[in-house]
């Protein structure tokens, strides 16, 4: 993070280079504005699209919306998924890149890449591993249907795919950033005479605490927005197996545009959301590391005489 | 309390660390490990404290006070240990980090909230430090840094200190004076400490004892005395200040460096051999003409006589640089020039011939 602090003030003074040797005003408004209009023209217009529909009819209708059995239980879902999902994927998150930043082991660099993997495969994938492992035709279907448990079309297909789809996001946050602090720390406490889980919680969690945060809260966005692998598992059933974004594509098939822009504009404030507290854990980790990078005052060099 | 090392081996893949290393420092003592980079002192220091682990074949011991401490956890062992780069907590404040140590004992041997508070500003107060305890690691100097570290390390009263490069990051004025106090520090508390460090101003200003340590191995161990005017070996000399370094072979019982011969009482019975002559820059003197006095021609290349000494650089036999250092009221007796034509003779030297030392 410290690093992006960094980065950034380079840019900062690539910039004032440019000015000081007298780059025309106007390329300057040019590159500007053109970035402007796009950010504009691709997201700002989408997202007053989304909430114009969403209020076409009024308020009245827009809150009807969320009324129905079909919504509410779609909304459920939705916060059931992530609360399975994220403190899954935090508790995984951790673990393993308490592992990868601190230790030496074989395979190493194979657990990295694995950690890549939801990344690097389509969502739709995801989701047809779920379907060809659990499904009636997969690997261990007829087993489990033979015991009365069903995981495709039914919830436990859903949260599968969503954890498959956002374990990445916590634990790619926090081992760089569990590298850098390196171990020094951890000795330094063990040295002291604190137990491994005394170490963890008063040492090396506080230490990550931010980073953490911001991975959480990226996990809780991808888990709560998720269509395609989430899509593929839970077969679409109205009142049992939609989550909010398959909720609002159904309601948009059927025509139901003021519902599905409703739902959606839910999607969005998240979303919104989202980007609030992100950029607030981002201001307080770069307020932090910039902390760290300041020299020492002259008061604590004048203290040190 | 005592530390023993036993015939201590450490490798890392094929890289051997240390190699059946032995030591023994005796309670209350401060000994410097003096080593070059890569020579084993700190993996040795790590290994003491528990944060690694040796290797197990042969005999290989860690004693402190006579006990075996081999298999005990770091956390119990009681040491203290001060990081090269301090360690310190970084969401912690300076209280805090040296209440730590402290804050985590087991309930029963946890002192109450109040003990801790007057242990915490008894340190505070050692290290003079008591203005700044709701301060956080960085804003603090580095020189605080280390003494909170140090603090820190004391708070648990260790049986042993043990220090990784105490100084080594620091700049040179704060070095100075953090060493002095590190010293009158230790004839405070009496605790057995043990520091690391490759600088051997350090350890001769510093340390009781050194322990100079070259390739995984003890080359010496001495009072600084000792392995400054005795060392066991020509790495040790060399280590420990300026030398200038003369190859040479033993003829008739003789060893010769070109026109300069050594002859030592007895003479020696391996002729034919390579031999080294190390020489201080102080144990050289400059003389006009040698007149068949064994000794070495040259002629000055430059003269600094900024600085506390006069230091002389000559080029001798096939331009071998030669450092002649002298006092100021010397060098005001015999004042020479760049380009003079000089003889110069040893006042003290040492002679290596393989293993055999004089």
């Known amino acids: 993070m410290g690093g992006t602090a960094k980065s950034r003030l380079r840019g900062r003074r690539v910039a004032a280079g440019l000015a000081a040797k007298g780059d025309p005003t106007w390329v300057k408004w040019l590159i500007t504005c053109a970035s402007l209009c796009f950010l504009l023209l691709f997201l700002g217009v989408p997202l007053v699209a989304v909430f114009t529909e969403a209020l076409r009819k009024g308020l009245g209708a827009y809150l009807e919306s969320f009324q129905n059995r079909d919504a509410l239980s779609a909304i459920r879902l939705t916060l059931l998924v992530a609360a ?59 087993w489990l249907a033979g015991r009365g448990i069903q995981i495709i079309f039914a919830v436990p297909g859903v949260v599968l795919a969503t954890v ?35 170490t963890f919680w008063r040492v090396t969690l506080p230490n990550v605490k931010w980073g953490l945060l911001y991975g959480v809260i990226l996990c809780n966005a991808r888990a709560m927005g998720e269509f395609g692998a989430v899509s593929v598992v839970s077969g679409h059933l109205r009142g049992q197996t939609n989550t909010m974004p398959l909720y609002v594509e159904i309601l ?54 | 309390m005592s530390i023993e090392v036993r015939n201590v081996s450490k490798s890392f893949g094929d890289f051997l660390a240390l190699d059946g290393v032995s030591l023994h420092v005796p309670d209350g003592e401060l000994v410097a490990l003096l080593g070059p980079s890569g020579s084993g002192k700190t993996t040795l220091l790590r290994i003491i404290a528990g944060l690694e682990a040796f290797d197990l074949a042969d005999d290989g011991a860690i004693l402190f006070d006579g006990q075996d401490v081999a298999r005990q956890a770091v956390g119990r062992r009681r040491v203290g240990f001060v990081f090269q780069h301090y360690a310190l907590f970084r969401h912690m404040t300076v209280f805090e980090n040296i209440a730590f140590g402290l804050r985590v004992r087991p309930k029963p041997s946890r002192p109450t909230k109040a003990e801790i508070n007057a242990r915490v500003r008894e340190l505070l107060r050692l290290i003079q430090l008591e203005t700044l305890e709701r301060r956080y690691p960085w804003q603090l100097s580095g020189g605080q840094r280390q003494r909170v570290a140090l603090a820190r390390a004391l708070a648990i009263q260790p049986k042993v200190l043990l220090l990784d490069e105490p100084f080594g990051a620091l700049d040179a004025k704060v070095r100075q004076g953090l060493r002095r106090w590190l010293r009158r520090l230790h004839d405070e508390i009496h605790v057995t400490s043990l520091f690391v460090t490759h600088d051997q101003e350090e350890a001769l200003e510093v340390a009781d004892r050194i322990v100079v340590m070259n390739q995984g191995r003890i080359e010496q161990v001495g009072t600084p005395n000792e392995v400054f005017h005795q060392p066991a070996s020509a790495f040790v000399m060399d280590f420990l200040g300026n030398v200038n370094l003369f190859h040479g072979r033993v003829e008739a019982g003789r060893a010769v460096f070109g026109s300069m011969v050594i002859e030592p009482p007895g003479g020696l019975q391996i002729d034919g051999e390579s031999a080294r002559l190390l020489i201080r820059p102080h144990d050289l003197e400059i003389q006009p003409d040698g007149e068949g ?16 000494i006069v230091k002389i650089e000559l080029a001798g036999e096939n331009n071998q640089p030669i450092y002649v250092e002298m006092s100021h009221e010397r060098y005001r007796q015999h004042p020479c020039t760049v380009g003079e034509k000089v003889f110069v003779t040893p006042r003290d030297s040492r002679l290596f011939v393989e293993d055999y030392t004089i």
Request: aromatic share 12%; no cysteine; hydrophobic share 55%.
């Open chain 2, 293 to 308: 006095r064994s000794g070495l021609r040259g002629h000055v290349t430059r003269v600094q006589l900024a600085g506390p």
């Open chain 1, 252 to 305: 948009y098939n059927e025509y139901n545009f003021v519902a599905a822009f409703a739902v959606a504009s839910l999607l969005a404030m998240l979303a919104l959301l989202t980007l609030v507290l992100k950029a607030l854990v981002e201001w307080r980790t770069q307020g932090e590391s910039e902390e760290a990078f300041t020299p020492p005052t002259a008061a604590a060099a004048e203290a040190e005489r």
């Open chain 1, 164 to 198: 498959f789809v956002t374990f990445p996001f916590v634990a790619r946050e926090l081992i760089p950033l569990m590298q850098e602090q390196g171990t020094e720390e951890e000795e330094a406490a063990l040295v002291l005479g604190a137990s491994g889980w005394q």
């Open chain 1, 84 to 142: 399975v999902a994220v403190p899954l994927n935090l508790v995984f998150g951790l673990a393993a890149s308490w592992a990868i930043a601190k230790f030496e082991f074989r395979g190493k660099s194979l657990l990295v890449t694995l950690i890549d993997l939801p990344f690097a495969v389509s969502p739709v994938i995801s989701g047809l591993i779920f379907v060809l492992l659990f499904g009636l035709q997969g690997w261990f279907g007829p």
